[in-house]
Nanobody
């Protein structure tokens, strides 16, 4: 099993920045892909970015060039640096991984972008 805990959400004006962090209960050296997802009110949950154990990252088109995902396997953390935030980035952001075909999600952290 893996427990995931997100932190770092909050409210910010358009154009601002936030950094989200996800801490895992076990070593990330034993975990493959880690991902950040988000769910806006009335919308389905969507992939924002994911990163492999070796650090290869992929992003949704809507966040490319603005968001950066990173992981520190020694510290068991996966971060999401979000710059140039837009109102449409408002959502609950979730950390997720899959281990032995079981999916594990964090509790989510709210990000609100509004003037």
């Amino acid at each position: 099993q893996v427990q995931l805990v997100e932190s770092g959400g909050g409210s910010v004006q358009p154009g601002g920045s936030l950094r989200l962090s996800c801490t895992a209960s076990r070593s990330l050296f034993s975990i493959g892909v880690m991902g950040w997802y988000r769910q806006a009110p009335g919308k389905e949950r969507e992939l924002v970015a994911h990163i492999s154990r070796g650090g290869i990252a992929n992003y949704a088109d809507s966040v490319k060039g603005r968001f950066t995902i990173s992981r520190d396997n020694a510290k068991n953390t996966v971060d999401l640096q979000m710059n140039s935030l837009k109102p449409e980035d408002t959502a609950v952001y979730y950390c997720k991984t899959t281990v032995l075909n079981s999916h594990y999600w964090g509790q989510g952290t709210q990000v609100t972008v509004s003037s």
